[in-house]
């Protein structure tokens, strides 16, 4: 983390007459000696633009009062978990239990919506799509990035045809900002969408990966989308090969490897109601660590 970016930040928030009206001299004092240790464990790629982005954050939050969760963030009492699943493998699911038992929100659609919306694309179409048809969705966005390096409108999902030029680079900067700014909010599971790479440096984050054999994938698609196993397997298959595509494209990471998690539980052999408790152990550790 450059110096001169947290120098400026320190002025930035110093200089704010907003703030010089709602905090104490001792409060800034303290903002002054730990922003630079809060700096210095954010991941080393972090662009200049997302770090005054939480800068703002940061500004917006102690002008609403909240200090103490501004302190609890620049001590490190990060709350934060990334769940990533195989298709068909109940992830979801397990982070809607674990969320009971943290209290945290979970983002799982909310984060490729607020990527578009920030690149000013439509998102009413990507907000019907129920949970289980999501993935498929999310993917097929993905490879108009990938073949055409443009981004066509999400009405095309829904068989319109209006068009939205967006990069791949323009995206994948957009969605590591969204990624980064929902981490930075705290107490908050993101699911998905390469997460688990861009905040693998990320502090007091626990990442988590639900997996399956294809055996119990394939019953649990075909039940769910109302097909024969057979199909369920290849739809699975063309799935899993584009989400490999996903990650190495958006994050240059191979998902199919333990050193990205924590941990991984195997969905076939525990209900996602049990692995949370079990993870839930281990996010309290890691968010006090």
Known sequence: ????????????????????????????????????????????????????????????????????????????????VTVTFEYGSKGLEFAKELAKLTGYDVLYKEILIQTAKRLGLQTDKLEDFDDFNYL???????????????????????????????????????????????AFSNNVILVGHAACAILAEYPNTAHIKIEAPMDYRAKMCAEKLGISVEE??????????????????????????IDLFHTKFNSAKLSPATAAKVAYELVKRIAND
């Open 136 to 182: 498929a969705a999310k993917l097929s966005l993905a490879d108009f990035l990938q073949f055409s390096r443009k981004f066509l409108d999400f009405s095309i999902l829904k068989g319109e045809s209006e068009e939205k030029e967006v990069t791949f680079e323009e995206f994948k900067e957009m969605l590591v900002k969204v990624v980064m700014n929902m």
């Open 1 to 80: 983390m450059k110096k001169e970016w947290i120098e400026e930040a320190i002025d930035i928030l110093y200089e704010d007459e907003t703030i010089a009206e709602r905090v104490s001299d001792d409060f800034m004092e303290f903002i002054e000696e730990k922003l630079p240790e809060f700096a210095e464990k954010l991941p080393e790629t972090l662009r200049e633009s997302n770090f005054f982005e939480i800068i703002n954050i940061l500004r917006e939050e102690i002008i609403k009062g909240e200090t103490n969760r501004v302190k609890n963030i620049l001590e490190g009492k990060m709350g934060v």
């Open 232 to 257: 369920a397997i290849e739809r699975i298959e063309q799935l899993d090969e584009r989400e490999l595509k996903f990650y190495k494209d958006i994050a240059g990471v191979d998902i199919r490897k």
